[in-house]
């Protein structure tokens, strides 16, 4: 799919059709038989939870870990109480189609999830994912954190409009994404205080030129 045919994509999925699992975190597997692809999708915040993670501080997401992951508290926290039953699903989905490719895909608090996720089911597999997200906050923290993650994952596309405030959160030094694919031309002060316009703009094709 093409970025802007994955973000309809992603937001033409009903509400109801997601699982909830853990601390209110929305998810759904998807299976694309054309073009060979088992996407995982996290679903945006509809909540004050978006924003109280974009503020929280980093931790290390596990206490016995070996690796140099820190990240947001408010996202890893929230990954952390679905992670088993997500990955389960995941883990089996991939084991009945070995050959498919595996996209984990998500819009704003979904695109904090993705990256945590695909940390995750290279921990406990090996394989690696790509990560497509839109509008997606910076819940990583530290450069080495983002050198480990980008080990774990194979393609990153991390789209994020110049006017939209959410992908500038949370605004402190040292948060980061993977990667940062800008679109929508200059930034202007005036428009980062419209994210109903700009932050729901990724499927537009003209965004993407």
């Known amino acids: 799919m093409k970025p802007w045919e994955l973000f309809n994509f992603i937001t033409k999925i009903g509400h109801g059709e997601y699982v909830?699992?853990?601390d209110d975190?929305?998810?759904?597997?998807?299976?694309?038989?054309?073009?060979k692809v088992i996407r995982l999708i996290f679903e945006d915040s509809e909540g004050a939870t978006d924003w109280r993670n974009n503020l929280t501080f980093p931790k290390k997401l596990y206490k016995k870990q070996e690796s140099c992951l820190r990240a947001s508290r408010g996202w890893g926290d929230a990954w952390k109480s679905c992670n088993d039953d997500v990955m389960a699903a995941l883990i089996k989905t991939v084991e009945i189609l070995p050959d498919y490719a595996v996209h984990i895909c998500g819009w704003s608090?979904?695109?904090a999830m993705s990256l945590l996720a695909a940390e995750d089911f290279h921990y406990r597999t090996g394989k690696k994912a790509s990560v497509f997200t839109f509008g997606a906050p910076k819940p990583l923290w530290g450069k080495k954190t983002r050198e480990?993650?980008?080990?774990?994952?194979?393609?990153a596309r991390q789209f994020a409009h110049a006017n939209d405030l959410i992908a500038?959160?949370?605004?402190?030094?040292?948060?980061t994404r993977l990667a940062t694919d800008r679109v929508g031309g200059k930034r202007s002060f005036f428009q980062l205080l419209r994210p109903d316009i700009w932050h729901c703009a990724y499927g537009m094709e003209s965004l993407y030129k």
Not at 25 to 35: L, P, S, T, Y
Not at 168 to 175: D, H, I, R, T
């Open 25 to 35: 975190v929305q998810w759904i597997i998807r299976i694309d038989g054309k073009e």
């Open 168 to 175: 500038l959160l949370p605004p402190f030094p040292g948060y």
């Open 109 to 111: 608090y979904g695109g």
């Open 20 to 22: 909830t699992s853990g």
């Open 148 to 155: 480990y993650v980008r080990s774990c994952v194979d393609e």
